[in-house]
């Protein structure tokens, strides 16, 4: 069987790595540290299939990032990996494009069934 492939970005180390321990067994997984990163990859690898995008970013915030992401890559499933538990910015997502989105601390379950359900609708 072959895995779908994940994008993973977050400035955070420790939440890429958390994302890799859940998600790493099912998926196909690649991180990048930036928006700037994520760009690049995307534009190299077409088949990827869904990505998950922090908010809160030193340069670029992923508000921003998705915007730019969804103009280029509009078939792309974009989730939001947020820290704050924020009504506001989830909604503000999901009008800009965001399939969903994911509260840090985030439960293992929680992010493979987001996933999950936004691979195979
Ligand atoms: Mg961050």
Redesign the pocket.
Known sequence: MVHSKILIC???EN?RESLKIVLGDHYNLISVDSGEMAMEVLSKAKDIKLMLL?????KVN?LDILQEIKKKFSHLKIIMVT?YNSVETAAEATRLGACGYIVKPFKSEEILETVKKNLNP
Request: charged residues 45%; proline residues 9%.
């Open positions: 977050d400035d955070e939440i922090d908010i809160k970013m030193p992923g820290g």
